[in-house]
């Protein structure tokens, strides 16, 4: 049976190879040019590059031509496997409109419209001293110019080596944590592929050669030049196992404070937070729901916090009259502050930023359960984070305003980005009376569970939307079976964070109370196949916990080992929990089995 999985490595690598050139194919390049454009756009050069004044001026006529104001140059003489990983990760076809796309770049040259590098805080002048300044550079350039960047082939400009100690580093910035784990599984193909190659005659061979001939087959003759394209292709072994060996010797790091450093100068700051106890972090315990004032509660789940592990033992009670489930006792103002910081900014945020850009389809769904019941002027979206929701909305809503709210200071920076038309800062309920009949739609996407009052929440959507105003509401259904199968590692149990979760009688309730008559109500639309992968990352996560963290004790120097050595072992149950996810998916996308729900209501009375 081996031969047939050889055969299909081989079908599989002429299909990618077919893939990946038709890519290259349609790679736009720079032409020459002599006349230099009305706005010449600047120029940051990458380490140890130095721009030539033509390819400057035919980049800024293009960007120009293109309607651009961030260009990635890519050039020729990339080595071929950076340059086969580059049009696996970049559609140059889709690349522009992916609002919530990553740059991947060539480490060459980008440029940038002046406006783009002062909404950036970028210096004209920047010129980033190292592969992953450049590289963080670019992607957070694509932040500010989501459909205004794009890549380009520059044939006049030969590429410069990445010195070998930094490669390990650069890696790991475009990877991130899961880097470790990727390099094992590209080791373990390639022994995989040697191993078939010498027991399974004939068909073990043509799957090695087929793998070894990918760069050929998928760049020669496309004109993109990479270096050493026929060598690297009949010795890719070779050369596979020696980027393993310059990636672990790899020492080199930025000239920037480790994490290590930075959870070291935060100590202090937890200390003192922590000097005087958490007796201020909790209010005092209720005896009745908040919702229906039933006195019939029972405590369901009591953890720990199992995302950051910092300090707290937290209860989740149910009600047994109207089935709202809720934190008791609940966090206080103080509390919360607490349990929030380093999650959603500092040492924390760009993990989440990467993860709320990774699901644009989700935002799009959202945008699209309007279509039909409105056509809205200006939408407000509240606890919208770094505004997503309001950048991916605007293909499905170009003609409306989208405005954001959050306590955090995330909607300040999606207004620099343009995410966002007008960004506010604070408490919904507060700011309400200053939004009186402003929108004509108020979202709320996994918002509610995190509010210390839902009732008030909805009562300021209603203060803020005009006359049939219409409100949206997602948020994890506790209904679903998971919750009481997985119990505190399920993940919409979330604490401390999660202060309500509202079974749909109880949102219901509150709506109609509050002046909305529901019109749509998406139950079994909105499961996300993930209950069982992201228990099991939870459980792994307790086994084996990310060290540092400036809240605990330090931990040995093998901390961080025990930390990837466990992950890598866990993997596989991570695959398999993942995969059962999928395959129940179908069955899980009704009522009383799936994770989340969503509800249209439109605005019919006052409060």
């Not at 350039?141 to 459909?147: D, G, S, Y």
């Not at 139950?523 to 939870?538: I, K, N, Q, V, W």
């Amino acid at each position: 049976m081996l031969w047939i999985f050889c055969a299909l490595v081989v079908l599989a690598v002429l299909v990618d190879s077919a893939r990946l050139r038709r890519r290259a194919g349609r790679l736009p390049r720079l032409s020459a040019n002599v006349d230099p454009p009305a706005n010449s756009f600047n120029v940051i050069n990458g380490p140890g590059v130095s721009l030539d004044e033509g390819t400057r001026i035919s980049a800024s006529e293009y960007a120009l031509k293109k309607g651009l104001t961030v260009l990635d140059l890519w050039p020729a003489g990339l080595p071929p496997d950076l340059l086969l990983g580059l049009l696996q990760l970049v559609d140059v076809d889709r690349f522009r409109g992916q609002r919530l796309g990553r740059m991947i770049t060539a480490g060459h040259a980008f440029v940038v419209d002046a406006d783009v590098l002062s909404r950036a805080q970028v210096p004209v002048d920047s010129t980033p001293l190292d592969p992953v300044s450049f590289f963080e550079m670019g992607i957070e350039l694509k932040r500010f110019a989501c459909t205004q960047t794009d890549v380009v082939f520059a044939p006049d400009c030969t590429a410069v080596p990445l010195p070998k100690d930094q490669r390990r580093a650069l890696a790991r910035t475009a990877m991130g944590t899961a880097m470790p784990t990727l390099y094992a599984i590209r080791a373990a193909w390639l022994l995989t592929l040697v191993t078939l190659a010498l027991t399974v005659p004939i068909a073990g061979p043509a799957a090695l050669v087929a793998w070894m001939l990918k760069p050929v087959l998928s760049l020669a003759g496309t004109g993109l030049r990479a270096r050493g394209l026929f060598v690297y292709a009949g010795l890719r072994p070779l050369f596979e196992l020696w980027d393993f060996v310059v990636v672990i010797k790899g020492r080199w790091r930025p000239d920037r404070p480790t994490e290590a450093e930075q959870v070291e100068a935060l100590r202090p700051i937890y200390a003192a937070l922590l000097a005087e106890g958490q007796a201020a972090f909790f209010q005092e315990r209720r005896l009745d729901c908040p919702i229906c004032k039933a006195r019939s509660l029972r405590t369901t789940v009591e953890t720990g916090d199992l995302f950051q592990f910092k300090p707290g033992r937290f209860s989740v009670d149910e009600c047994g009259d109207c089935g709202h489930v809720f934190q008791n006792p609940q966090l206080t103002p103080q509390g919360l502050s607490f349990y929030y910081r380093d999650f959603y900014d500092g040492l924390d945020a760009e993990a989440l930023e990467a993860l709320l850009g990774s699901t644009p389809q989700v935002y799009e769904a959202r945008a699209r359960m309007v279509i039909g019941h409105g056509d809205p002027s200006a939408w407000l979206d509240v606890g919208g984070g770094n505004g997503h929701l309001c950048c991916v909305s605007r293909d499905v809503w170009p003609k409306t305003r989208f405005d954001g709210l959050d306590l955090s200071s995330g909607m300040e920076l999606a207004a620099r980005r343009g995410w966002v038309d007008r960004a506010y800062n604070g408490l919904f309920p507060d700011l309400a009376p200053t939004l009186t009949a402003e929108y004509d739609v108020v979202s709320m996407s996994h918002y509610l569970e995190h509010t210390m009052d839902p009732i008030r929440e909805i009562q300021a959507a209603s203060n803020a939307l005009r006359a049939d105003g219409l409100l949206l509401i997602e948020v994890p259904d506790p209904e679903s079976c998971f919750r009481k199968l997985l119990g505190r590692f399920w993940l919409p149990t979330f604490q401390p964070q999660h202060l309500h979760l509202l079974p749909v009688k109880a949102l219901e309730r509150l709506l109609r109370a509050s002046g909305f008559e529901p019109l749509v109500w998406h139950r079994g639309e909105t499961h996300y196949p993930l209950d069982l992968f992201l228990a099991s990352s939870l459980f792994l996560n307790l086994i084996v916990p990310k060290p540092p963290r400036p809240w605990l004790p330090p931990k040995g120097p093998l901390a961080p080992l025990i930390h990837r050595v466990g992950w890598a072992i866990g993997m596989p149950i991570l695959f398999v929990a993942l995969t059962v996810d999928v395959l129940l998916s179908p069955f899980m996308r009704r009522p009383g089995f799936s994770n989340t729900y969503r509800v249209l209501a439109r605005k019919v009375a006052s409060p």
